[in-house]
C-alpha cells in the first residue's frame, strides 16, 4: 500500500479546515495562548489571506517562469551564447539579495501593499527556474536533434515541438523550487502590508501569541507541502512518458 | 536519379571531403563504406544539407539542392541515423507522421500511411501506434526510425550506420527487411557505413572513401574480383575474397541436373551456404529444392569454378 494514497487525502482536509473551520481546532491551540486572549486568528477571514497569498505566489512565479525560460531560451542559441555568463551572474544576485532587503528597498518606490512583495519574489524565483532550463536545453540527446535536423524541421518547429517539451521535466523541477521558496517567502511580505498569511504570523509575534504564529505556520507549510507532492508527481509522469 | 557532382569539404584546411562525383541511379541502393575519418558521413550529411558543402553541388531529378532552403529540402530526403534519433515525447504514430505532418497532409491521410508502414514493418498498428519509443525494443525502435523516413515517399534515403546499434542478429534481419522493402517500394536509398559485410550484402553499387576520396565505385562483385587499390583489397579482406565473391552468387546460377544424397538446400541460397553445406556434411554435392521440389543440384565442382577469377 502507498503511504501517498492515505497522507495526501488526510493533509487536504486538515488544511481545508485550518481555512475554513478554525474554531474546530480551539482546544488543540488553547495551552499556547496567552492566559485569556485568544486562541483563534479571527480578525480576517483565513480563507481570503490564502487566496491572496497564493495569488501573489501564482503571480510571481508566473512572471519569474516567463523571463527566466526565455532569457534561458536566447542564451541557449548559438547567437546568445556569449551572454550566457552574464545572465547567469545576473541571476544569481538576485538570488544572494535577502528578500527582506528588496522589500525594504522596493516600498519607497512601490509604496505599501502588495507590489514589494512581488518584486522580491519574482527576484528570488529567478534563478532555479533559469539554471534548471539551461540544463534541460543544453542536455538534450544528440541523436533526437539531429533527427529533428534531419527530417525537417525549422528552427522555431525544434524549439516548440521537441526542445521545450524535452526540457520540460527538467524546468519544472526548477518552477518547483522557486514555487516552494515563494511559499514560504512570501509570508514576509506581511511587514509592508501585502495581505499573506504572515499576518497571521506576524500578529502572533506582536503580541507573544505562539497559537496564531502555530496557526499561520502549519497553514503556509501544509501548503508548500502538497504543492511540492503535486508537482513532483507531473514531473514524475512527463519523465516516466518519456523512458527518462 | 541523384548526382554527386565534385562536392568538397574544407574543415579548418584540410579537406574531409575531395572532389567527390558519383551517380545514383533511382532505384538502387548505394552503400559509401570507409573506415572512420573516410569523409563518408560528411558526404552523406551535404547531400541533405546537415553540411553545406565548401564547393560543388548535388542534384536530385536535375535539380539542384541548392535552390531550396534547407529545411524544405529535408522534407524530401528520408533520414535514418544510428540509434533512431525518435522523439521519446511522441508516441510512435505521431514519430512516423512527422514529416507527413510538416507538409499538412490531411489527417486521415497521415492515419493511413502509419498504419501502412507499421504493417509493412510487421508491427501490428492497433498494438504499437500510441506506445512510445521507451517502451519498444531496440530492433523495433529502428524500424519506426526507417519508417519515419520512408513517410512521406521521400525522392531519397539517407542512412548513417542504421543498424550500428543492434546486435548481430537483430542487424541481420534489418538488413533483410531493408532489401525487401525497399524492392516493393523502389526507394533510392545511400547508406553510410564502416562494415564491408554489410555494404557487400546490401548494395547494388558499393563506394569505397578514404581519406576524403573516392577511391572505387563499383558493383559488389567488381569490388571483391578487381579491388582497385591496395586499401579495397584490404577492406574487402584478401582472405575471404572468394568466400564475398561466393555469397553474391545465387545457387540457381550453378545448379546442375543430376542426383545429389542429403539435406536440401532452398533455390534462394548463395553458393557460400552450398559450400558450408558440403563441407560440413562432407558431401561433394547437394540437391537444391525449389518450392518443395527438387530443382536439380550444386556439386563442389561448380563451386570451385565460380570462387575466383581462374575461369
Not at chain 2, 550484402?201 to 577511391?215: E, F, I, K, S
Request: charged share 20%; with cysteine.
Amino acid at each position: 500500500m502507498k503511504v501517498g494514497t492515505v497522507l495526501r487525502p488526510a493533509l487536504v482536509a486538515l488544511l481545508l479546515a485550518l481555512i475554513l473551520r478554525p474554531e474546530w481546532f480551539t482546544p488543540v491551540f488553547a495551552p499556547l495562548a496567552p492566559e485569556g486572549g485568544p486562541v483563534i486568528y479571527e480578525r480576517t477571514s483565513l480563507l481570503s489571506l490564502s487566496l491572496s497569498h497564493l495569488g501573489i505566489v501564482a503571480a510571481a512565479s508566473a512572471a519569474a517562469t516567463v523571463v527566466a525560460v526565455t532569457l534561458a531560451i536566447l542564451v541557449t542559441r548559438p547567437a546568445g551564447a556569449a551572454f550566457r555568463p552574464l545572465s547567469r551572474s545576473i541571476a544569481n544576485m538576485g538570488q544572494t539579495f535577502p528578500p527582506v532587503a528588496v522589500l525594504a528597498l522596493a516600498v519607497p518606490v512601490l509604496g505599501f501593499g502588495a507590489g514589494p512583495t512581488l518584486v522580491a519574489l519574482f527576484l528570488y524565483g529567478l534563478l532555479p527556474i533559469f539554471e534548471n532550463a539551461i540544463a534541460g536545453l543544453t542536455t538534450l540527446p544528440p541523436a533526437t536533434m539531429e533527427a529533428a535536423r534531419g527530417i525537417g524541421l525549422s528552427r522555431w518547429q525544434r524549439l516548440i515541438r521537441v526542445e521545450l517539451p524535452l526540457a520540460l521535466p527538467v524546468t519544472l523541477t526548477g518552477i518547483r523550487l522557486s514555487v516552494i521558496i515563494a511559499l514560504g517567502t512570501a509570508t514576509i511580505g506581511s511587514t509592508v502590508a501585502a495581505r499573506t498569511l504572515g499576518e497571521v504570523i506576524i500578529a502572533g509575534l506582536l503580541t507573544n501569541n505562539t497559537a496564531f504564529v502555530l496557526q499561520g505556520g502549519l497553514i503556509v507549510g501544509l501548503f508548500a507541502m502538497l504543492i511540492y507532492d503535486a508537482m513532483v508527481q507531473i514531473e514524475l509522469r512527463l519523465a516516466r512518458r518519456m523512458g527518462l | 536519379m541523384i548526382e554527386i557532382d565534385r562536392i568538397t569539404k574544407v574543415y579548418d584546411g584540410a579537406k574531409a571531403v575531395d572532389a567527390v562525383s558519383m551517380t545514383v541511379e533511382t532505384g538502387t541502393i548505394t552503400v559509401i563504406v570507409g573506415t572512420s575519418g573516410s569523409g563518408k558521413t560528411t558526404l552523406l550529411r551535404m547531400i541533405n544539407r546537415l553540411e553545406e558543402p565548401t564547393s560543388g553541388e548535388v542534384r536530385i531529378n536535375g535539380e539542384s539542392t541548392l535552390s531550396v532552403k534547407p529545411h524544405i529540402l529535408r522534407r524530401r530526403i528520408g533520414y535514418v541515423i544510428q540509434g533512431h534519433g525518435l522523439f521519446p515525447h511522441h508516441t510512435v504514430a505521431r514519430n512516423i507522421g512527422a514529416v507527413p505532418r510538416l507538409l499538412n497532409w490531411p489527417r486521415e491521410k497521415i492515419e493511413a500511411r502509419v498504419d501502412e508502414l507499421l504493417t509493412l514493418f510487421s508491427m501490428d498498428p492497433a498494438q504499437f501506434r500510441d506506445r512510445y519509443p521507451a517502451e519498444l525494443s531496440g530492433g523495433q525502435q529502428q524500424r519506426v526510425g526507417v519508417a519515419r523516413a520512408l513517410a512521406s515517399r521521400p525522392d531519397l534515403l539517407l542512412m548513417d550506420e542504421p543498424f550500428g546499434a543492434l546486435d548481430p542478429i537483430i542487424r541481420a534481419r534489418a538488413q533483410d527487411d531493408l532489401r525487401h522493402i525497399q524492392q516493393r517500394l523502389g526507394s533510392t536509398i545511400l547508406l553510410v557505413t564502416h562494415d564491408m559485410e554489410e555494404a557487400i550484402r546490401l548494395g547494388d553499387r558499393v563506394a569505397v572513401m578514404d581519406g576524403g576520396r573516392l577511391v572505387q565505385h563499383a558493383t559488389p562483385a567488381e569490388l571483391i574480383a578487381r579491388p582497385a587499390s591496395a586499401f579495397v583489397a584490404d577492406m574487402v579482406g584478401n582472405v575471404e575474397r572468394p568466400l564475398r565473391l561466393l555469397s553474391l552468387i545465387p545457387v540457381s546460377e550453378a545448379v546442375e541436373d543430376g542426383p545429389a544424397e542429403g539435406e536440401p538446400l532452398p533455390a534462394g541460397s548463395s553458393l557460400r551456404d552450398a559450400l558450408s553445406a558440403c563441407l560440413w556434411t562432407g558431401r561433394t554435392a547437394v540437391p537444391i529444392h525449389r518450392d518443395g521440389t527438387s530443382a536439380g543440384r550444386v556439386t563442389l565442382d561448380a563451386i570451385r569454378a565460380r570462387a575466383g577469377l581462374h575461369e
